[in-house]
């Protein structure tokens, strides 16, 4: 039975804490419970990637994302590519072409120019590669302190692909969930690049523009695909999770089919993390319906970039609105999204 | 991954379950108590409570060193940590654990240095790096990790390092077993031994544990083939009527224990004559302090702690489900006022407390025939 | 108290005999050895790690042995495990040397 969240949850806290930025529960609860009753009217709906909007006719998609990372250049990438790829991929997952990107830099006094050059750069290499239009933008300068090197906000437009649509409610028991590729290597990339934690790996970051993938699966089996999400911050999980709590079904993944790198395991083993609550910035999740699963991974697979796409797991009506993990052995485990951001663990 | 992967065999595991079933008499119902906060975090992980029969029924032990700190110890720390040059350091399992006034993760948002290390040889290094500023370790953990804070301080104390103390929170296990067969609300018939504590304190530590009280024990490693083998190990012990200490983890655990790991502990620390255990009260002889001889590298003993004593809101029911009498769902304020996102108490926070880990991986499961009863 | 990982040892430190570089399917960490010193570990050695300390070595021959149990598990063989468990046999030379296990 489909439910759209009908209690509004009425943001209490006192103040902002990082916690509400990391994508957890904490983010939505200030999305649900301030900007949405402020901004979104009365009944918004589940809250997308992107909004989907009408304009004589044509059906664009929108989206806007911000980026602040650390360090800002990484193995496999650096803010700028982030910035690009991950507005393209907002857009890819709601089913879009992205048509064009404006971007807005938030500098801190005091940067150096070769760095701001180098990211302008790769941004332009990222557009280029994903087929993007960089259409304009606007530069702000704060004191030195306050921007951590810079932020990068993006925002993009798009043209909806025919013969997709896609919402929570359409998801329905039995539909196959299908993952694009392994997972975790962008977020574990990041936090061995902060040099805290002394650890090493051959690993970089998977930031790249799904589009191509979304195009094949929609092209082959466009008339299946019931839902998309690309899942940043918070992992699979989070992203299972929302649309659990969405669509009011219960979505059972196969700890046994999804894949992930050996060293992103390792390193998650290492520090006792959960893979499926770490960032990937080039992977995406899809609901299909059983009968088009097959063709739908046939159709990643063939395309280059999605060798690795595997079926996940599926649609069941219990546990409802949660996400269970299933083993070969019959043991299971509910997966949850979390507050804030992983943490590392020695206990 | 090698020594792991193949103590994950699903079919191995499969076998492993049928034992057990075979092996638990129907007419009996088993409580056994798995020390170990690890043991209790992959057990959930692993959902191995799935494979038990409904009448083996697994209870959670104080072996958290997170969920058993006072609250007032975690004032403690902050507020030592509060002074500009300062850089408070410490596990991820300890940031978001809530003192009076904010955990170290809302502190850091307020602008103190918290930083997260995965060792304390990583906070020696902070110091030995930022030397303008005194890296403060807050060192938790059962006599696992203190081998590891004592070396660092003996390599601290070498190097003559001036800007790095630790603020030591260890604890030792046996006194923590003790309490809970003390209790008189307690039935057990068994203990799932805490193998990584082991590797330092051997077997031996357990022998009163059999031959005083009467009850089995068997040091189990982490993985599911170790904790289901260290329970068919258990099972037969129980239906032959014995009583022992046997070592399923082998591999790993050497009978005697680690005698550089212990002989470190004992150039650096010293038996509080008691210490307060959240949920626990105060028990006598249960966690180490730094001798006179590391003073320098003492938080304590260098500057002046507050000492504050927080007492927990009386509905939180920590230390019922600490010693295994309740289970979480059963404390008023579990999934209420008690959540992860909000928590009262720290079992609730930490990743091996069994308020978090059954809140996280557990409580919406589908309710199954054997799950029903065990939970 | 409990996260501890198994891993190869790769190499020794070449300034510091206490530190050495540890793999862990293709992670690597300089794990401290200081725990060890009475028996140190020599490339190829598989340790336990934890906080970034080795806590001890891991006998492949234990490991092995018991792969070797759990597969016979509810066989003929129940009673020969029996005995193993007590720890009460000889057990096969092992890296601790006499004197380790009872």
Known sequence: MATIPAAKIRFREPQIEMAHGAGGKASRRLVEGLFAPLLFGASPGPLGDAAHIQINGTRIAMTTDSFVVKPLRFPGGSIGELAINGTVNDLAVSGARAEAIVVTFVLEAGLPTEILEAEVRAMGQAAEKAGV???????????????????????????????????????????????????????????????????????????????????????????????????????????LNELARDCGHGIVLFEEKIPIRDS????????????????????????????????????????????????IGEVREQPESSVLVTTLYGGSRIVDMLVGDPLPRIC | MKFVDEFRSPELITKAGEEIRKLADPSRHYRIMEVCGGHTHAIYRFGLKDL??????????????????????????????AEPNFIFAAFGDMMRVPGTNGSPLEYKARGMDVRIVYSPADALKLARNNPGKHVMF??????????????TLVRAKAEDLQNFSVFCNHVTIIPAIR??????????????????????????????????????????????????????????????????????????????????????????????????????????????????????????????????????????????????????????????????????????????????????????????????AAF | MCLAIPGKIVELDPQNANLALVDVVGVRRKVDLGLLQDEPPVPGD?????????????????????????????????AMEEVRGYGLQEDPPDQYGKGWKQ
């Not at chain 1, 006792?272 to 990643?300: M, R, W």
């Open chain 2, 179 to 372: 309490a809970i067969l003390d209790s008189p609300d307690m039935r057990l018939d068994g203990f799932v031994g805490p193998g990584h504590v082991s590797t330092v304190i051997g077997c031996r530590p357990y022998d009163w544990i059999a031959k005083d009280e009467g009850k089995p024990v068997v040091v189990s490693g982490f993985e599911p083939l170790d904790i289901l083998q260290s329970i068919v190990m258990l099972l037969r012990q129980l239906r032959n009527g014995e009583a022992k200490v046997e070592n399923q983890y082998k591999r790993v655990v050497p009978w005697e224990g680690n005698r550089a790991a212990l002989r470190a502990m004992a150039e650096v620390f010293e038996l509080r004559p008691y210490f307060e255990w959240r949920g626990l009260g105060f028990i006598s002889q249960s966690a180490l302090k730094i001798r006179a001889g590391y003073a320098q590298w003492d938080s304590e003993q260098r500057f002046t702690v507050p000492g504050v004593r927080v007492t927990d809101p009386k509905a939180a029911q920590c230390g019922e489900v600490l010693k295994g009498v309740l289970k979480p769902a059963q404390c008023k304020l579990f999934g209420r006022e008690c959540t992860p996102e909000q928590p009262v108490g720290a079992l609730m926070v930490s990743s091996e407390g069994s308020c978090a880990a059954y809140y996280n991986y557990e409580h919406r499961k589908p309710v199954t025939i054997a799950s029903a």
């Open chain 3, 46 to 78: 598989w340790v336990l790690i934890h906080v970034g300390f080795a806590m001890s070595k891991i006998s492949e021959a234990d490991a092995a042995d018991q792969m070797q149990t759990l597969t016979m598990l509810g066989e003929a063989a129940a």
């Open chain 2, 138 to 151: 807050f060192a938790i953990g059962f006599e696992t990790t203190a081998p590891s804070t004592a070396l």
């Open chain 1, 264 to 311: 992103v395991r390792g390193a998650c083993e290492l520090l006792g993390l959960d893979p499926l609550h770490i960032a990937n910035e080039g992977q995406f999740l899809a609901i299909v319906s059983a009968e088009l699963a097959d063709t739908a991974l046939q159709a990643l697979r063939a395309t280059p970039g999605g060798e690795e796409a595997q079926l």
């Open chain 2, 52 to 81: 038990l029969p409904v009448n083996v029924e697994l209870i959670h032990g104080p072996g958290c060193p997170v969920c058993v700190l006072p609250m007032g110890r975690i004032d403690d720390g902050l507020a030592l940590a």
């Open chain 1, 133 to 239: 239009r960089i259409a304009g933008g606007d530069t702000k300068v704060v004191e030195h302190g306050k921007a951590d090197k810079m932020y990068i906000s993006t925002t993009g437009i798009g043209r909806l692909l025919s013969g997709v649509e896609i919402s929570p409610q359409s998801v329905q028991l039995g539909d196959k969930v299908l993952l694009s590729g392994p997972i975790g290597d962008h977020g574990i990339t990041i936090l061995l690049a902060r040099g805290d934690l002394d650890l090493e790996a051959n690993l970089t970051s998977d930031t790249r523009s799904v589009f191509p993938l979304v195009d094949s699966l929609v092209q082959a089996a466009g008339a299946g695909v019931r839902w998309m999400r690309d899942p940043t911050r918070g992992g699979v999980a989070t992203s």
